[in-house]
């Protein structure tokens, strides 16, 4: 202790530089690590909670009945916040399920359900389409089939989706299949695309 004392100044203050210079690297290494860690554990959040949709299409043809559809299914491990939808057949755009059904040809039943604004739950699988022909309604089957041919060829569907975090991703369904979850900086606010159907009134042709 005495040696310590007696050691010239200049030699003591280079002790307490270095000994705050230490202290300083100590600082900065203890917010690296907790800089660290809170991206560690944000990740993990994040990871937590990702959606991730696939779109199918379908086709089933049993017992004279043919059955053509799209599908949505939520396979991640959270929410899915639909934003967005598009379908498209070749260049044509289309923008609600009462186009898409004009398109097909007559006779044609229909389930459908609402895309964008909805909440798609973890595990979650909704029908968005389908459209069904019993083979007694239609004289000419080939045609139907002619036209699922030209949806399978020709479609192109995108759902833009965020999780409860705000992270975005585009998943879409080409001609030539699935394609996996694209991440997006954001999904558009608005959407030409309509959910609704016009619902006629089975009464209204008894009466004109």
Not at 125 to 143: K, N, P, R
Not at 147 to 155: D, M, N
Request: glycine share 10%; net charge negative.
């Amino acid at each position: 202790m005495g040696a310590l004392l007696t050691q010239p100044p200049k030699l003591r203050l280079r002790f307490e530089t270095v000994g705050s210079i230490a202290a300083i690297l100590v600082g900065i290494a203890a917010i690296m690590v907790s800089w660290d860690q809170g991206r560690v554990m944000r990740a993990q959040q994040h990871a937590s909670v990702l959606p991730a949709i696939q779109i199918d299409g379908y086709v089933n043809e049993n017992a004279g009945r043919l059955t053509a559809g799209l599908r949505l299914r939520n396979n991640g491990v959270g929410p899915a916040l639909i934003h967005d939808f598009t379908l498209a057949l070749g260049d044509e755009t289309v923008t609600g399920w009462d186009e898409f059904t004009a398109l097909a040809p007559s006779g044609s039943g229909r389930n459908w359900s609402s895309v964008t604004g909805r909440v798609l739950g973890q595990g979650e699988e909704i029908t968005a389409i389908e459209l069904f022909w019993e083979e007694a309604s239609t004289e000419d089957l080939s045609a139907l089939r002619n036209f699922v041919v030209g949806l399978t060829s020709a479609i192109d569907v995108s759902a833009c989706y965020c999780s409860v975090f705000d992270r975005c991703f585009i998943s879409r369904l080409g001609s030539d299949g699935a394609l996996l979850p694209e991440p997006v900086r954001t999904c558009p606010e608005t959407s030409d695309w309509t959910n609704q159907v016009e619902l006629v009134d089975p009464t209204a042709a008894e009466t004109e």
